[in-house]
């Protein structure tokens, strides 16, 4: 199975700042054929279900602010937060779903206010 | 509006067996794959199962394979979850997902989750 890990653990930005999340797959995502890398990106508020944010790496979902954005190619992937605002507080989980299932979780991102 | 309600959860006892259901709407049911994703109390994010949408193809977890087994019934636009010989380690919340295409892909839709705890 596909490991994948995020760093760091937590964070703590200041408002209007910008916050970098880490994730790195055991093996590549990417798929040659298309060119797609198979990552997404997740948010989880308190007491709420996950969000999908980011798609294919890159590909914001419908509705998600401009701040939010995915890069990263192959193993080694960042989700990045230009300018904080206090609604971002969450927690932030990379996916993979590379080819069948499992379709595995980082261990996740805890991003709070400084 | 596209939607993802699921029921079943509730306190079981170890070995016991329970039933999740996911009521889907909004959406062509069969066109996705689906599944179930757990949260254990205080913790990260777990894939369970996932069920193909041809009808063909389900996948589990190592950790719940041979335990749970999922079913869907897209004339009634329902996933299931059965849960055979529970353990404590099988408490959480347990959320239904919706697929964003139809060869898998990430989970775009989720319900609220069912609270599934098991203890004696």
């Known amino acids: 199975d596909i490991v994948m890990t995020q760093s760091p653990d937590s964070l703590a930005v200041s408002l209007g700042e910008r916050a970098t999340i880490n994730c790195k797959s055991s093996q590549s995502v990417l798929y040659r054929s298309n060119n797609k890398n198979y990552l997404a990106w997740y948010q989880q508020r308190p007491g709420q279900p996950p969000k999908l944010l980011i798609s294919?790496?890159?590909v914001r979902e419908s509705g998600v602010p401009d701040r939010f954005s995915g890069s990263g190619s192959g193993t080694d992937f960042t989700l990045t937060i230009s300018s904080l605002q206090a609604a971002d507080v969450a927690i932030y989980y990379c996916q993979q779903h590379y080819g069948s299932p499992p379709y595995t979780f980082g261990q996740g991102t805890k991003l709070e206010i400084k | 509006e596209v939607q993802l309600l699921e029921s079943g959860g509730g306190l079981v006892q170890p070995g016991g067996s329970l039933r999740l259901s996911c009521a889907a709407s909004g959406f062509t049911f069969s066109a996705y794959y689906m599944s179930w994703v757990r949260q254990a109390p205080g913790k990260g994010l777990e894939w369970v199962s996932s069920?193909?949408?041809?009808?063909?193809?389900?996948y589990y977890a190592d950790s719940v394979r041979g335990r749970f087994t999922i079913s869907r019934d897209n004339s009634e636009k329902m996933l299931y979850l059965q849960m055979n010989s529970l353990r404590a380690e099988d408490t959480a919340l347990y959320y239904c997902?919706?697929?964003?295409?139809?060869?898998?892909?990430?989970?775009?839709?989720w319900g609220q989750g069912t609270v599934v705890t098991v203890s004696s």
């Open positions: 997902a919706k697929s964003n295409w139809n060869a898998g892909g990430a989970f775009d839709i």
């Open positions: 294919w790496a890159s």
């Open positions: 069920f193909s949408n041809s009808g063909e193809n389900t």
